[in-house]
């Protein structure tokens, strides 16, 4: 009795480290070959959390390897008139895809429509598009 539950603990172990994130080059370079990322803000907040520096990170490579022609960046407009968050927001992304080395610098940002901020948590959400 005592062996089968060590033996299934160990398998129950083993499967959860196989679930990780892969960081393989293969997955690495598929991300690479992506055009569309979403990523989310601290809410209330321009401040870019560890994962979500990542993924503009991925961007940035992705940009490269496309030799793309600009970045369309789409955020949630400010809730209130007085915040000037979405600015702020937008100059995170650009901040950060530009410390990247992700040419070209030209950017284009606007508001989330709509039918995109019906998405729940669209408040802290931030889409960025590599345009070729």
């Known amino acids: ?5 060590i033996m299934s603990s160990l398998i129950v172990a083993l499967l959860g480290l196989s679930t990780g994130p892969d960081t393989s080059l293969a997955a690495i370079n598929s991300a690479s070959h992506q055009s569309f990322f979403v990523m989310f803000f601290l ?3 321009a ?3 560890p994962e979500a520096r990542w993924i503009v990170e991925q961007a940035a ?3 490269k390897v496309h030799e793309a022609s600009m ?10 008139s007085a915040s000037d968050l979405f600015k702020a927001r937008a100059a995170a992304i650009e901040n950060v895809l530009s410390a990247e080395g992700a040419e070209p610098v030209h950017f284009v940002s606007r508001p989330l ?3 995109e ?3 729940p948590c669209a408040g802290s959400r931030a889409e960025i598009r590599v345009v070729q």
């Open 113 to 115: 429509s709509e039918a």
């Open 43 to 45: 809410p209330g907040s």
């Open 47 to 49: 401040e870019i959390s």
């Open 1 to 5: 009795m005592r062996r089968s539950v």
């Open 71 to 80: 970045f369309e960046i789409a955020i949630s407009p400010d809730e209130s």
């Open 61 to 63: 490579a992705s940009a």
């Open 117 to 119: 901020n019906s998405i």
